[in-house]
């Protein structure tokens, strides 16, 4: 039952905050074909919920095998002594132990196995960004990463899909963040008590209202990318907390598009549109081990959406290949 404190909340965010551990796109799925039913009526949209509604999903609907669906081997990007890093899908926690549920077989792909199997995270990468993420093998190497991490030594280099064009093809954002106090775990700008930010933006391709971008974080704050990007004026085109979309449609890119009647329009992407490209690991202090250069292709979800771009915007000029 919705209560008051979540009455105008769409029904796709009402189900994600009542049943965290199930996928979000899995969620979506339900509501699209009809699983999901608002005081006994299927509800195919995510209209807002109104006080004391009913909300149920039908009996024996399985959002486990939507999951299963989506699933892909990870891949294992670097692996030695120190570290191993993967490139992570979009919708899962840069977490040891969901990567582990996600897919029981991805430690097999390791060269050097960590000691007692224990993995520790260098960074906090988005749960709905894909891209690379480095797992330290020991305590002392996740003590020096982390501090690395944090002084900016590790370069990292991230796509995004914004909504918008920038006159400028590269341009600096320096504004500090501070934490939201109308909406808990947002940042945003705080020029009087924020920390200190700074991230470089440069124009990849540019579409017909929207653009494809590299964004090189200088400091690490939590979601600097996709508060800059807002702060800029060109928000990720997927990105329920700083931008306007939890989903695109098609009817967002084609003009006049009409799903037929009947049938509801599917989603061309349900995650926020960033990916982590590329890291850069500086070697260690006194160290003859060389540094380590990480690269991660843009997953079939990203590619898609930038096919689709190209084909319905066209591109007005390409800056750089993605």
Partial sequence: MVPREMAGVPLDRFLENSLPE???RSLRRLVREGQ???DGIPMTTARPLHKNAVVMIA???????????????IEVLHDDDEIVAISKPAGMAADPEALDAFCATWRRQFQAPPAREILRAVDKTERDASGIVVFAKTLEVARRMREMWLSGAIE????????GEPEEDAYTIDLPLGADRRHTGKRVVD?????????EFRVLRRFMGFSLLSASPR???THQVRAHAEASGFPLTVDPVYGVRSQLLLSDLKHGFQEK???TEKPMMERITLHRRKLWIPPAP????????LSSAAPPDFERLLRDLEHYRGIRREEGAA
């Fill in 261 to 263: 009647p009947g049938r």
């Fill in 191 to 199: 020029r009087e008590s924020g920390d200190a930010a700074q991230t």
């Fill in 286 to 293: 006194g160290s003859e081990k060389p540094g380590r250069e």
């Fill in 59 to 73: 009996r024996g609907a399985s959002a486990a095998s939507y999951e299963e669906a989506d699933r892909s081997p």
């Fill in 36 to 38: 999901v039913t608002v």
């Fill in 22 to 24: 199930i996928d979000r």
């Fill in 156 to 163: 990292v280099e991230d796509l995004l899909v914004v909504d």
């Fill in 219 to 221: 400091t690490r704050r």
